[in-house]
DNA sequence: CAAATTTTTGACCGATTGGACAAACGTTAG
DNA sequence: CTAACGTTTGTCCAATCGGTCAAAAATTTG
């Protein structure tokens, strides 16, 4: 008894087969929203009837908020990283690295918190102005400081985050699209490299030609 | 009679009618993606009954697909001006702002064109790897003729395209999260031209010091 | 073993979904 | 005015939705 949000006790079983749910929401929820998905395919893609489903969650969005919690967790972890310590170009470098492996790694991940922010984010509004303000606004200030350094050109630290952000994830986002316009033989494995490759330039020099 | 698809002729009230339904699925459209909207939903943002909306468009893929179509036809219009007539670096610059714009004025455009790309593309992906492919490709090579020519730095011109459309679309896109991020003061009218400034020096020069 | 507990399932519920249809209502041309 | 045509609506339908419940099946505990 007691498998809601109050018990943190569980069985292995009830470990195990929240985790199989888990797996099968992300696939659902990543490719059709909240609205979109249904709890029958989720049942049907963790292999359980919509019942059984139901006895480890008891509501559709308590599955989604499971989801979302963890989410914000991991993805964030990056910018979090993001250290007053090393050289700064350095730190932006391996910044966008990371956010590029992460959208190579986990692109469902991606698409299920794009998906929230595109409806409006009615979910995680007050993390997004809490949480995720507050971190911003911290490594803008260390971002600024390395300006104030001269070590990185003086720029938006906000828009720069934001360009980060969305270059970064547009490979996870819109890989549908990224794949059909590279084409069969570009659109392979190696578009991340080639990604990242083009990223560095970007950020480094941008496109005025040297000379 | 023959208001579908077939049928060109349309009387003063058909053509007055469906641009309210499609205004009002546009709208829904855009914030809950096709399969998270209802027909009541568009019905009642037009403000007419159901069945009179099913009277115009005879099923609900029928608003969608009318919407997409129109839609790639203005979104794309941007890219086909990038000309090699003008300056390179120039032209380049123009296309950011124009794409920047876009995000600024028609927001509800790109959030339903980025539904559709987030879900998997399963109505415009034949779309996608034609036209759309044969466009960027087209454009990439004006770009890589810059690049010979000395006129912008050489990096990888299909990349290049996505990080515009990236950066320019995250605007409009996550618009809540920038919005939350900047706060009440940053996140105002004014966060568009913050953005025009930033992704101006950002293609031009990067970040790397200048000296 | 047997009792207690946890897990699974089939049947079922009211609400909502996309859509059909005929009747009522407006409008327009002769 | 009136007949023809275009528009609107109330009613209805089968399918699907999220979710309940009691009973069966499996597992754990003593």
């Not at 989410?71 to 910044?95: C, H, K, N, Q």
């Not at 995720?132 to 600024?144: Q, S």
């Amino acid at each position: 008894m007691n498998i809601g949000t109050e018990a943190p006790r569980r069985t292995r079983i009830q470990q195990e087969k929240r985790e199989l749910i888990l797996e099968a929401a992300l696939e659902v929820f990543s490719t059709h929203g909240f609205r979109g998905s249904t709890i029958d395919q989720i049942a049907e893609a963790a292999g359980m009837s919509k019942p059984n489903l139901l006895y480890y969650f008891r509501r559709k969005e308590d599955i989604h908020e499971t989801l979302m919690e963890r989410l914000l967790e991991t993805w964030l972890a990056p910018l979090r990283e993001l250290d007053d310590i090393g050289d700064p170009m350095t730190e932006l470098r391996s910044y966008i690295r990371r956010k590029l492996e992460m959208a190579r790694d986990f692109p469902r991940e991606s698409r299920l918190f794009a998906n929230e922010i595109l409806q409006g984010a009615p979910r995680i509004m007050p993390l997004l102005a809490g949480e995720l303000k507050t971190l911003v606004d911290e490594k803008a200030a260390v971002i600024k400081g390395w300006m104030r350094a001269g070590k990185i050109a003086r720029t938006d630290p906000w828009h720069l985050i934001f360009s980060i952000w969305a270059t970064t994830q547009h490979y996870a986002d819109f890989d549908v699209q990224v794949r059909a316009v590279l084409g069969p033989n570009r659109g392979g494995d190696g578009r991340f490299e080639d990604a990242a490759r083009f990223l560095e330039q970007l950020f480094l020099d941008g496109l005025k030609p040297k000379g």
